[in-house]
């Protein structure tokens, strides 16, 4: 009995892995692509939030990722989890949950040479309805929204 309940499982998980749609980020890209453009704060509790343009990092790259102005940055856009060595710094890794109406983004500090950048910390943007953005950030804790500016529509 324990081998037909392992072999239905792993049909199962072979059968849904072989008719698996699109991954998340190529379905996000176009999104953000659609949401591109100036936007206005409506609301914050941060310096962070200001004025500013939603744009790709590198204008023929969206994998690069994306930037709100020049203190708001998603990037690079990559499938599940990712980690780097940031010489002098430490080692960086980074989580990225693709959602229908936005991103959650995951950052860990480890093994750095100074103790005191060990950290962890997430930040999320959602696409709200009536040309609306949110953005938030955990440490510190930032929210704002956005509207994208008339001249962008």
Do not use: W
Request: glycine residues 6%; proline residues 5%.
């Amino acid at each position: 009995m324990k081998y037909i309940t392992f072999a239905l499982l792993a049909i199962t998980f072979t059968s849904a892995y072989a008719f698996s749609e699109p991954s998340n980020k190529t379905r996000f890209i176009p999104l953000l692509k659609s949401k591109l453009g100036a936007y206005d704060v409506v609301s914050t509790n941060s310096g962070l939030c200001v004025n500013s343009n939603l744009s790709l990092t590198e204008e023929n790259n969206p994998n690069s990722g994306f930037k709100l102005g020049e203190q708001i940055v998603f990037g690079p856009l990559h499938n599940g989890t990712q980690t780097v060595k940031k010489p002098g710094f430490c080692f960086i890794t980074s989580s990225l949950k693709y959602k229908s109406d936005g991103l959650e983004n995951g950052l860990r500090m480890s093994r750095c040479e100074n103790p005191a950048n060990e950290k962890t910390i997430s930040q999320s943007i959602k696409f709200l309805a009536d040309n609306t953005l949110k953005y938030t950030l955990s440490e510190p804790s930032v929210e704002c929204t956005f509207k994208k500016s008339d001249e962008s529509k």
